[in-house]
């Protein structure tokens, strides 16, 4: 089992940019596929994006292809992920997760969460 916390999120206008990150401390970090989701009231989490352990492979989403981008940092036990162009609809709170299969698309694919941290985008 891993614990995370993520931090970063907060207000910002359309167009504008934040970074959020999410440490993790407990199972080796460099083991496991690190992924982020989001989630809004009244809809299902929402995958954004996936790095494998190595870094070698990541997987966006449509909807944030070309506007985020993550990153990690095994020696310092940490994943990144950079906002860029921020609309309106990324609005959302944030989870990072720990996935430990082959398969880490969907929220099932996740074993340990983080609490999670709000982003607001204005309009």
């Known amino acids: 089992q891993v614990q995370l916390v993520e931090s970063g999120g907060g207000l910002v206008q359309a167009g504008g940019s934040l970074r959020l990150s999410c440490a993790a401390s407990?199972?080796?970090?460099?083991?496991?596929?690190m992924g982020w989701f989001r989630h809004t009231p009244g809809k299902e989490y929402e995958f954004v994006v996936a790095?494998?352990?190595?870094?070698?492979?990541?997987y966006y989403a449509d909807s944030v292809k070309g506007r985020f981008t993550i990153s990690r940092d095994n020696a310092k036990n940490t994943v990144t992920l950079q906002m860029n162009s921020l609309k309106p609809e990324d609005t959302a709170v944030y989870y990072c997760?720990?996935?430990?299969?082959?398969?880490?698309?969907?929220?099932?694919?996740?074993?340990?969460w983080g609490q999670g941290t709000q982003v607001t985008v204005s309009s």
């Open positions: 997760a720990a996935a430990y299969g082959s398969r880490w698309l969907t929220p099932n694919d996740y074993s340990d």
């Open positions: 407990g199972r080796t970090f460099s083991s496991y596929t």
């Open positions: 790095i494998t352990w190595s870094g070698d492979r990541i």
